[in-house]
């Protein structure tokens, strides 16, 4: 049974902010995701976690304890990191028991590594070298290695990210079995957020050293709390302009949009953006039509600004009006 909590954790180097004052609660049990483009302090805050980074500012609880001072293997967290790391002299049984010298209470090791390795899939892959496995695979051994001691909580650093497509998807939705089967704690930090929305109770959308915004998959993709989170996570028609009485005027158009008042910033989604819509129509100039599949995406240009509309079909003409229901415009910081 293990929750975290960041309280006012800040990491500086010199000058340079890694991390800004954040402050997270991750559950018990749940699979909560850092996630944010490159250099936005998502690796920082894991090893501040995990003990490799000491907080400038603030702390790290434990189930409410302070970790202040607690070296890295006192603190009972299983780590994956990105690069495989795991030692190529030795078999893939060795590699996930050196996993157990930490183990309070060791167990039966050669039991203890056939349970670890047919939790991942391996079974069978005892007496193998790590590099005779495909990366996909070594990273199975570095997560069962990660789990081997029972940790309270689990992290995993980008941990798929040299993995192509199709297996980054297959084992992320192994992570996520393995780790619902178990009910360790998780925090995972990714750049990717199709991969964050997918396996995650909770993400945190971080930029530049800060925590945007915390919520379900739903709430950061359907109410993003900031412009960033609305670009960043899934792609946003984002307008900005002065309101009154619910209505924003923007390069000249009045656009409804419930409940907006003052200096006003909103952001429609590309599926909300319908042809046919009978309200806040724009009509722009078709740069691209992308046949999807299962849709159209269509980039428009409107007074200088892109937009990104989905349809059913690839317009003909060489203008497009859409338009939008005022319900469907989310306000954003
Ligand atoms: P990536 O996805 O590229 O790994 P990230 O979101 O994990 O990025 P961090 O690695 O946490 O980002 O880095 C956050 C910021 O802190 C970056 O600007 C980075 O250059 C800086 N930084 C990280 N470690 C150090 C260090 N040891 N000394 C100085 N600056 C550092």
Redesign the pocket.
Known sequence: MSSLELRGVAVR?GD?T?LAKADLVVEDGEFFTLV?P???????TLRTIAGFEEPTEGEVLFDGVPMGGVPPEARDVGVVFQQYALFPHMSVAENVAYGLRFAEDPPDEESRVAELLDLVGLSGFEERDPGALSGGQQQRVALARALAPEPELLLLDEPMSALDARLRERLRREVRRIQEELGVTTVY?T?DQAEALAVSDRVAVMSE?RVEQVGTPEAVYREPATRFVAEFVGENNVFAGEARDGRVAVEGTEFAVAGAEGPTTFCVRPEAMRVGAAENRVTGTVEYAEFLGESVRVGLSWRGRDLVVRTDTVPEGEELTVGFAPEDAVVVE
Not at 38 to 44: A, D, H, P, R
């Open positions: 180097y340079a890694a944010g490159s250099g936005c302090g998502k690796t920082t930090v750049h050293g």
